[in-house]
């Protein structure tokens, strides 16, 4: 079965240091997304993409944040200068369309020390 | 704005009891889907169920059940004996299909369900 699928599936890194975050959805999707759990919270809407060009952003999702699908098949979520108020996971997915169902892929989980 | 409540914070029952995991939800479009999703201590978000706000009729999928009432506006899940592998969080979430919305789901706080035996 189709799945989305993310890299790395941990990252600890120092704050202040740039980390990417990377995807590849499922390869009939057109919508992307990127999805924030902090420790014991809710799931959060960060962003989503669609057409080459981010459809929705949240009030998280600030200048630090950018995405970008480098090429037809990875989605990539890059966090400038790292804070420790990022540590979370980071969960990518994707839909075949507008209201459709959204596959989540199993997580990348950060950790900024 | 939309809003997803569950307010059971955590269940915890024992194997082969059934449970019912509440869902109250709030939004002004008129047309939207619901879902369920598991997140088993793993950490991955597993997709149970999406449901459109014009189909009100139950489902069931093995042990699995759904019950959507638009009246009380909510969308209730029921595991029927339970067993230790249903130890997971669900979160129930919306997406709303109104003019100008973009496919985002709002999810609940989310319900940890502990099952021992």
């Known amino acids: 079965e189709p799945e989305v699928t993310q890299t790395p599936s941990h990252q600890v890194t120092q704050m202040g240091q740039e980390v990417i975050l990377r995807c590849v959805p499922i390869?009939?999707?057109?919508?992307f997304y990127w999805y924030r759990q902090i420790l014991g919270q809710k799931v959060e809407f960060l962003v989503s993409?669609?057409?080459?060009?981010?459809?929705?952003k949240s009030e998280i999702f600030d200048d630090q944040f950018s995405v970008e699908r480098p090429d037809g098949s990875n989605f990539t979520l890059k966090i400038r200068s790292t804070k420790l108020e990022d540590s979370a996971m980071y969960f990518c997915?994707?839909?075949?369309?507008?209201?459709?169902?959204?596959?989540f892929g199993e997580g990348s989980w950060l950790t900024v020390v | 704005a939309q809003k997803v409540t569950q307010a059971q914070t955590e269940i915890s029952v024992v194997e082969k009891e059934d449970v019912t995991l509440d869902c109250v939800y709030e939004?002004?479009?008129?047309?939207?889907?619901l879902f369920w999703y598991k997140q088993p201590p793993s950490g991955e978000l597993v997709f149970l169920i999406r449901?459109?706000?014009?189909?009100?009729q139950n489902e069931i999928s093995g042990r699995y059940s759904w019950n959507f009432q638009k009246s009380t506006s909510s969308f209730n899940f029921t595991i029927t004996a339970s067993q230790v592998v249903d130890s997971a969080v669900y979160f129930c979430?919306?997406?709303?299909?109104?003019?100008?919305?973009?496919?985002?789901?709002?999810f609940g706080t989310g319900t940890r369900l502990q099952v021992t035996l």
């Open positions: 997915a994707s839909s075949v369309g507008f209201g459709n169902t959204i596959y």
């Open positions: 979430a919306l997406i709303p299909l109104g003019a100008g919305t973009a496919s985002k789901l709002t």
């Open positions: 939004t002004r479009d008129t047309t939207y889907y």
């Open positions: 449901r459109n706000s014009f189909d009100e």
């Open positions: 993409f669609y057409n080459n060009e981010i459809s929705e």
């Open positions: 390869s009939n999707h057109l919508y």
